[in-house]
Protein backbone atom coordinates (compact mmCIF):
# COMPACT_ATOMS: atom_id res chain seq x y z
CA UNK A 1 0.00 0.00 0.00
CA UNK A 2 1.35 3.41 -1.25
CA UNK A 3 0.99 6.10 1.63
CA UNK A 4 1.44 9.65 0.82
CA UNK A 5 0.90 11.98 3.62
CA UNK A 6 0.91 15.97 4.04
CA UNK A 7 2.46 17.48 6.87
CA UNK A 8 3.40 21.00 5.79
CA UNK A 9 1.92 22.56 2.78
CA UNK A 10 3.46 20.49 -0.08
CA UNK A 11 5.66 18.73 1.81
CA UNK A 12 4.97 15.30 2.11
CA UNK A 13 6.43 11.70 2.89
CA UNK A 14 6.09 9.12 0.63
CA UNK A 15 6.32 5.25 1.71
CA UNK A 16 4.94 1.62 1.44
CA UNK A 17 3.26 0.70 4.48
CA UNK A 18 2.58 -2.93 5.19
CA UNK A 19 0.70 -3.91 8.50
CA UNK A 20 2.91 -1.58 10.99
CA UNK A 21 5.48 0.65 9.77
CA UNK A 22 7.70 1.98 12.36
CA UNK A 23 9.40 5.75 12.29
CA UNK A 24 12.46 6.25 13.77
CA UNK A 25 15.54 9.08 13.45
CA UNK A 26 16.84 12.47 15.24
CA UNK A 27 14.65 14.61 13.61
CA UNK A 28 11.68 14.46 15.88
CA UNK A 29 10.60 17.62 14.58
CA UNK A 30 8.72 16.10 11.31
CA UNK A 31 7.65 13.15 13.38
CA UNK A 32 5.74 15.77 14.94
CA UNK A 33 4.52 17.79 12.51
CA UNK A 34 3.47 14.43 10.33
CA UNK A 35 1.33 13.28 14.21
CA UNK A 36 -0.07 16.58 14.22
CA UNK A 37 -1.38 16.97 10.75
CA UNK A 38 -2.89 13.29 11.05
CA UNK A 39 -4.58 13.70 14.43
CA UNK A 40 -5.87 17.39 12.63
CA UNK A 41 -6.92 15.24 9.59
CA UNK A 42 -8.94 13.37 11.58
CA UNK A 43 -11.58 15.89 13.10
CA UNK A 44 -13.17 16.44 9.58
CA UNK A 45 -13.47 19.85 9.91
CA UNK A 46 -12.42 22.16 7.73
CA UNK A 47 -8.96 24.77 8.77
CA UNK A 48 -9.12 28.00 9.99
CA UNK A 49 -7.59 30.74 8.17
CA UNK A 50 -4.41 30.76 10.41
CA UNK A 51 -4.40 26.70 9.76
CA UNK A 52 -4.23 27.35 6.03
CA UNK A 53 -1.20 29.26 6.80
CA UNK A 54 0.73 25.83 7.77
CA UNK A 55 -1.35 23.37 5.22
CA UNK A 56 -2.70 25.47 2.64
CA UNK A 57 -6.53 26.43 2.00
CA UNK A 58 -7.27 22.89 0.25
CA UNK A 59 -6.61 21.11 3.33
CA UNK A 60 -4.49 18.37 4.72
CA UNK A 61 -3.98 16.06 1.96
CA UNK A 62 -3.47 12.34 2.33
CA UNK A 63 -3.50 9.83 -0.41
CA UNK A 64 -3.66 5.76 -0.29
CA UNK A 65 -2.49 3.93 -3.30
CA UNK A 66 -3.28 7.40 -5.59
CA UNK A 67 -6.36 7.94 -4.32
CA UNK A 68 -7.06 11.15 -2.45
CA UNK A 69 -8.85 10.25 1.08
CA UNK A 70 -11.68 11.94 3.59
CA UNK A 71 -11.43 11.82 7.08
CA UNK A 72 -14.63 10.33 7.22
CA UNK A 73 -13.39 7.11 4.79
CA UNK A 74 -10.39 6.13 7.28
CA UNK A 75 -10.93 6.18 10.79
CA UNK A 76 -7.49 6.70 12.66
CA UNK A 77 -7.43 6.26 16.30
CA UNK A 78 -4.30 7.98 17.88
CA UNK A 79 -2.31 6.41 20.96
CA UNK A 80 0.40 8.89 22.61
CA UNK A 81 -0.12 9.43 26.67
CA UNK A 82 -1.71 7.31 28.83
CA UNK A 83 -5.28 9.64 28.51
CA UNK A 84 -5.36 8.59 25.05
CA UNK A 85 -5.93 4.91 25.49
CA UNK A 86 -8.28 5.30 28.58
CA UNK A 87 -10.42 7.99 26.79
CA UNK A 88 -11.55 5.05 24.19
CA UNK A 89 -13.17 3.67 27.13
CA UNK A 90 -15.13 6.42 28.14
CA UNK A 91 -18.17 7.42 27.48
CA UNK A 92 -17.25 10.23 24.69
CA UNK A 93 -18.12 11.02 21.31
CA UNK A 94 -15.94 8.58 18.45
CA UNK A 95 -14.76 6.65 21.48
CA UNK A 96 -14.58 2.47 20.99
CA UNK A 97 -16.61 1.70 23.83
CA UNK A 98 -19.48 4.77 22.80
CA UNK A 99 -19.40 3.30 19.32
CA UNK A 100 -19.92 -0.27 20.87
CA UNK A 101 -22.45 0.69 23.25
CA UNK A 102 -24.64 2.23 20.12
CA UNK A 103 -25.01 -1.14 18.76
CA UNK A 104 -27.50 -1.64 21.62
CA UNK A 105 -29.79 1.02 20.37
CA UNK A 106 -31.41 -1.33 18.21
CA UNK A 107 -31.61 -4.28 20.11
CA UNK A 108 -34.55 -6.13 20.50
CA UNK A 109 -34.09 -7.47 24.38
CA UNK A 110 -32.64 -3.98 25.49
CA UNK A 111 -35.34 -2.20 24.27
CA UNK A 112 -38.29 -4.76 25.38
CA UNK A 113 -37.27 -3.81 29.28
CA UNK A 114 -36.93 -0.11 28.20
CA UNK A 115 -40.67 -0.33 27.34
CA UNK A 116 -41.09 -2.03 30.92
CA UNK A 117 -39.26 1.13 32.43
CA UNK A 118 -41.89 3.07 30.42
CA UNK A 119 -44.74 0.71 31.58
CA UNK A 120 -43.46 1.81 35.38
CA UNK A 121 -43.21 5.61 34.66
CA UNK A 122 -47.08 5.49 32.79
CA UNK A 123 -48.36 3.95 36.48
CA UNK A 124 -45.80 6.46 38.31
CA UNK A 125 -47.48 9.76 36.27
CA UNK A 126 -51.10 8.54 37.20
CA UNK A 127 -50.72 8.50 40.82
CA UNK A 128 -48.72 12.40 40.31
CA UNK A 129 -51.63 13.26 38.48
CA UNK A 130 -53.88 11.80 41.40
CA UNK A 131 -52.45 13.42 43.98
CA UNK A 132 -51.65 16.99 42.74
CA UNK A 133 -55.38 17.26 41.13
CA UNK A 134 -56.25 16.77 44.74
CA UNK A 135 -54.59 20.22 45.48
CA UNK A 136 -54.39 21.97 42.23
CA UNK A 137 -57.10 22.41 39.34
CA UNK A 138 -55.01 23.46 36.71
CA UNK A 139 -51.23 21.59 36.52
CA UNK A 140 -50.70 18.27 35.81
CA UNK A 141 -47.72 16.74 35.96
CA UNK A 142 -46.41 14.58 32.60
CA UNK A 143 -43.14 11.85 32.82
CA UNK A 144 -41.50 11.63 29.33
CA UNK A 145 -41.00 8.07 27.95
CA UNK A 146 -37.04 6.94 27.97
CA UNK A 147 -35.87 5.66 25.27
CA UNK A 148 -32.03 4.04 24.92
CA UNK A 149 -30.24 7.32 24.49
CA UNK A 150 -31.96 8.98 27.75
CA UNK A 151 -30.74 6.24 29.76
CA UNK A 152 -26.78 6.47 28.36
CA UNK A 153 -26.74 9.89 27.90
CA UNK A 154 -28.18 10.98 31.84
CA UNK A 155 -27.87 7.58 33.61
CA UNK A 156 -24.92 5.02 32.16
CA UNK A 157 -22.12 5.33 34.30
CA UNK A 158 -18.82 2.50 33.10
CA UNK A 159 -16.41 1.15 35.96
CA UNK A 160 -13.95 -1.05 35.91
CA UNK A 161 -13.89 -4.48 37.96
CA UNK A 162 -10.70 -6.11 39.35
CA UNK A 163 -9.99 -7.94 42.51
CA UNK A 164 -13.78 -7.45 43.68
CA UNK A 165 -13.34 -3.91 43.81
CA UNK A 166 -14.74 -1.56 41.24
CA UNK A 167 -12.43 1.60 39.97
CA UNK A 168 -13.43 4.68 37.76
CA UNK A 169 -11.87 4.90 34.28
CA UNK A 170 -9.12 7.55 35.45
CA UNK A 171 -7.70 4.86 37.55
CA UNK A 172 -7.32 1.83 35.80
CA UNK A 173 -3.87 0.45 34.65
CA UNK A 174 -3.40 0.67 30.53
CA UNK A 175 -1.73 -2.56 31.28
CA UNK A 176 -4.78 -4.67 32.23
CA UNK A 177 -6.90 -2.75 29.56
CA UNK A 178 -5.14 -3.79 26.51
CA UNK A 179 -7.41 -6.96 26.07
CA UNK A 180 -10.72 -4.82 26.27
CA UNK A 181 -8.85 -1.75 23.98
CA UNK A 182 -7.95 -4.96 21.27
CA UNK A 183 -11.30 -6.40 21.47
CA UNK A 184 -13.42 -2.75 21.41
CA UNK A 185 -11.20 -1.79 17.99
CA UNK A 186 -11.83 -5.51 16.45
CA UNK A 187 -15.18 -4.84 16.94
CA UNK A 188 -15.58 -1.90 15.71
CA UNK A 189 -13.48 -2.67 12.36
CA UNK A 190 -15.80 -5.51 11.89
CA UNK A 191 -19.16 -3.26 12.39
CA UNK A 192 -17.34 -1.00 9.80
CA UNK A 193 -15.56 -2.42 7.54
CA UNK A 194 -13.31 0.43 6.88
CA UNK A 195 -9.47 -0.06 6.38
CA UNK A 196 -8.55 1.94 9.90
CA UNK A 197 -5.09 3.13 10.80
CA UNK A 198 -3.54 2.90 14.71
CA UNK A 199 -0.96 5.46 15.28
CA UNK A 200 1.05 5.39 18.50
CA UNK A 201 3.42 7.75 19.44
CA UNK A 202 6.68 7.08 21.97
CA UNK A 203 5.20 4.00 23.43
CA UNK A 204 7.53 3.72 25.94
CA UNK A 205 6.12 6.24 27.88
CA UNK A 206 2.75 5.23 29.20
CA UNK A 207 3.19 1.69 28.69
CA UNK A 208 5.22 -0.74 30.57
CA UNK A 209 8.11 -2.48 28.51
CA UNK A 210 6.55 -5.68 29.56
CA UNK A 211 3.29 -4.93 27.89
CA UNK A 212 3.75 -2.93 25.30
CA UNK A 213 5.08 -6.23 23.23
CA UNK A 214 1.84 -8.37 23.77
CA UNK A 215 0.13 -4.80 22.80
CA UNK A 216 1.66 -5.05 19.61
CA UNK A 217 1.50 -8.41 18.84
CA UNK A 218 -2.06 -8.39 19.46
CA UNK A 219 -2.61 -5.75 16.79
CA UNK A 220 -0.91 -7.72 14.56
CA UNK A 221 -3.27 -9.88 14.88
CA UNK A 222 -6.81 -7.71 14.21
CA UNK A 223 -4.64 -6.53 11.18
CA UNK A 224 -4.09 -10.07 9.73
CA UNK A 225 -7.23 -11.29 10.84
CA UNK A 226 -9.49 -8.65 9.45
CA UNK A 227 -7.12 -7.43 7.04
CA UNK A 228 -8.63 -3.71 8.25
CA UNK A 229 -6.01 -2.48 10.30
CA UNK A 230 -2.79 -0.67 9.48
CA UNK A 231 -0.63 -0.09 12.69
CA UNK A 232 2.35 3.01 12.34
CA UNK A 233 4.58 3.29 15.35
CA UNK A 234 6.36 6.89 15.66
CA UNK A 235 9.23 6.53 18.55
CA UNK A 236 11.92 8.92 19.98
CA UNK A 237 14.14 6.69 21.24
CA UNK A 238 14.73 2.72 20.56
CA UNK A 239 11.71 0.19 21.25
CA UNK A 240 12.67 -2.92 22.56
CA UNK A 241 10.31 -5.10 20.43
CA UNK A 242 10.98 -8.52 18.54
CA UNK A 243 11.93 -7.12 14.91
CA UNK A 244 11.77 -9.68 12.58
CA UNK A 245 13.74 -9.28 9.33
CA UNK A 246 11.05 -7.98 7.49
CA UNK A 247 10.70 -5.52 9.65
CA UNK A 248 13.28 -3.45 7.93
CA UNK A 249 11.37 -2.38 4.39
CA UNK A 250 8.52 -1.17 7.25
CA UNK A 251 11.11 1.53 8.80
CA UNK A 252 11.53 4.91 7.86
CA UNK A 253 14.04 6.91 9.40
CA UNK A 254 13.80 10.60 9.50
CA UNK A 255 17.33 12.94 9.83
CA UNK A 256 18.09 16.05 7.28
CA UNK A 257 16.07 13.79 5.12
CA UNK A 258 13.71 10.59 5.12
CA UNK A 259 14.34 7.36 3.77
CA UNK A 260 12.51 4.07 3.64
CA UNK A 261 14.98 1.34 4.43
CA UNK A 262 15.16 -1.89 1.99
CA UNK A 263 14.83 -5.41 2.59
CA UNK A 264 17.05 -6.74 4.95
CA UNK A 265 19.17 -8.76 2.73
CA UNK A 266 19.98 -5.52 0.85
CA UNK A 267 20.32 -3.44 3.73
CA UNK A 268 22.97 -6.17 5.29
CA UNK A 269 25.01 -6.30 1.66
CA UNK A 270 25.03 -2.44 1.75
CA UNK A 271 26.47 -2.57 5.08
CA UNK A 272 29.11 -5.36 4.42
CA UNK A 273 30.64 -3.69 1.92
CA UNK A 274 31.26 -0.89 3.85
CA UNK A 275 31.66 -1.91 7.70
CA UNK A 276 35.61 -1.62 8.48
CA UNK A 277 35.59 -5.61 9.28
CA UNK A 278 35.27 -8.24 7.26
CA UNK A 279 31.66 -8.51 8.74
CA UNK A 280 29.61 -7.74 11.31
CA UNK A 281 28.58 -10.81 12.68
CA UNK A 282 25.58 -12.91 12.71
CA UNK A 283 22.06 -11.44 11.20
CA UNK A 284 20.59 -11.52 14.70
CA UNK A 285 23.09 -9.21 16.04
CA UNK A 286 23.47 -7.22 13.37
CA UNK A 287 18.92 -6.78 12.83
CA UNK A 288 19.33 -6.11 16.81
CA UNK A 289 21.92 -3.37 16.60
CA UNK A 290 20.64 -1.64 13.49
CA UNK A 291 16.87 -1.09 15.65
CA UNK A 292 19.15 0.31 18.89
CA UNK A 293 20.82 3.17 16.62
CA UNK A 294 17.93 3.97 14.10
CA UNK A 295 17.24 6.69 16.80
CA UNK A 296 20.56 8.56 16.29
CA UNK A 297 20.50 8.72 12.67
CA UNK A 298 20.93 12.29 12.19
CA UNK A 299 21.99 13.34 15.80
CA UNK A 300 23.33 16.65 16.88
CA UNK A 301 25.41 16.06 19.83
CA UNK A 302 25.75 20.10 20.56
CA UNK A 303 21.54 19.96 20.75
CA UNK A 304 20.37 16.83 21.77
CA UNK A 305 23.60 15.98 23.65
CA UNK A 306 25.49 12.57 23.98
CA UNK A 307 25.08 9.28 22.39
CA UNK A 308 25.07 6.57 25.05
CA UNK A 309 25.45 2.70 22.98
CA UNK A 310 27.44 0.23 22.90
CA UNK A 311 30.98 1.30 20.97
CA UNK A 312 29.77 -1.63 18.15
CA UNK A 313 26.96 -0.23 17.71
CA UNK A 314 28.60 3.18 17.58
CA UNK A 315 30.36 1.66 14.50
CA UNK A 316 26.93 0.62 12.83
CA UNK A 317 25.39 3.96 13.47
CA UNK A 318 28.31 5.75 11.59
CA UNK A 319 28.30 2.94 8.59
CA UNK A 320 24.08 3.49 8.20
CA UNK A 321 24.78 7.08 8.44
CA UNK A 322 27.27 7.73 6.11
CA UNK A 323 24.84 4.89 3.79
CA UNK A 324 22.27 7.84 4.31
CA UNK A 325 23.87 10.36 3.39
CA UNK A 326 23.44 11.71 7.03
CA UNK A 327 25.35 15.00 8.24
CA UNK A 328 25.13 14.06 11.81
CA UNK A 329 27.21 15.80 14.30
CA UNK A 330 28.87 13.64 16.47
CA UNK A 331 32.30 13.14 18.18
CA UNK A 332 32.59 9.24 17.27
CA UNK A 333 36.36 9.12 18.10
CA UNK A 334 35.48 9.85 21.40
CA UNK A 335 33.49 6.46 21.54
CA UNK A 336 35.10 4.07 24.39
CA UNK A 337 34.66 0.37 24.44
CA UNK A 338 35.72 -3.01 22.98
CA UNK A 339 36.43 -3.05 19.63
CA UNK A 340 38.56 -3.89 16.56
CA UNK A 341 41.72 -2.22 15.53
CA UNK A 342 39.94 -1.46 12.06
CA UNK A 343 36.61 -0.49 13.38
CA UNK A 344 38.65 2.05 15.77
CA UNK A 345 40.79 3.83 12.95
CA UNK A 346 37.08 4.12 11.39
CA UNK A 347 35.94 5.97 14.71
CA UNK A 348 38.93 7.82 14.32
CA UNK A 349 38.21 9.44 10.50
Known sequence: MNVKLEYEESKFIEFDAGRI??????????KWKLYRGLKRFSTGKSLSDLEEN?????????????????SRELPIYFLDCRASFLEQFQLL???????????????????????????GLLNLEILLQKTVR??????????????????????????????????????MDIGKLIDEYCQLLKMQLEKTQLESWVWISNLNSFIAKSKFCDFVDKLKCIGDSTGLLKIFILSEDYLSLPYSYDDT?????????????????????????NYPDESFGSDELLLDSFYRILSYIGWD??????????AKDMVLLKVVSQLLGSKMSYDFASTAGKISKLEKIFLNN
Open 301 to 310: ESIQGKIYLK
Open 134 to 171: SEFQHIVPMIREMNYGDIKKYLLELAFFEEETLYPVEM
Open 21 to 30: TYFFGANHEI
Open 93 to 119: KGSLMQEYLEGFEGDFETNKRIEKIND
Open 54 to 70: IYGDDGINICIDGRMMK
Open 249 to 273: SSTIVFYEEYQQIPEFSFLKESIQR
